[in-house]
């Protein structure tokens, strides 16, 4: 049935020393449970990201569809949040909420665009 598959969550971050999950059984979530957290897509790369190693575990960006292709787990990606993660974080576990979120924003790059065009109008118009 459709609730019985898996999903990919980022639970958070483990320290390197804790990386494998039998150095912190007392973290790990057993059975269903309720979390909240933020929905991710794919990410965009540029060329400098070196790209996943898939048979080998590494990854440098984030592939939803690789990974969960890898996991056999539906193409959902949701990074958890601080509060989802408080009572495994504080056995050993991941420690959610690590989400870095960045907009662009081109104020500055609109505001130039049209003060030099209504500077171009202007001068167009006087002459």
Known sequence: QWYQRRVLVN?????????????????QVLGPT?????????????????????ETNKWHSRDVDALAAKLDTKPVF???????????????????????????????QYMLTWFGLSAITSFLRIK
């Open 11 to 27: 639970r958070g971050w483990v320290p390197h020393a804790r990386l494998q999950q039998d150095q912190r059984p007392q973290g």
């Open 34 to 54: 309720s979390i909240t957290g933020i929905l991710r897509l794919n990410e965009d790369t540029s060329s400098m990201v070196p790209p996943n190693k898939v």
């Open 78 to 108: 949701v990074d958890l949040d601080l509060d989802s993660s408080r009572a495994a974080a504080e056995f050993g576990g991941p420690i959610g909420g690590q989400t870095r979120i960045s907009l662009r924003n081109d104020h500055v």
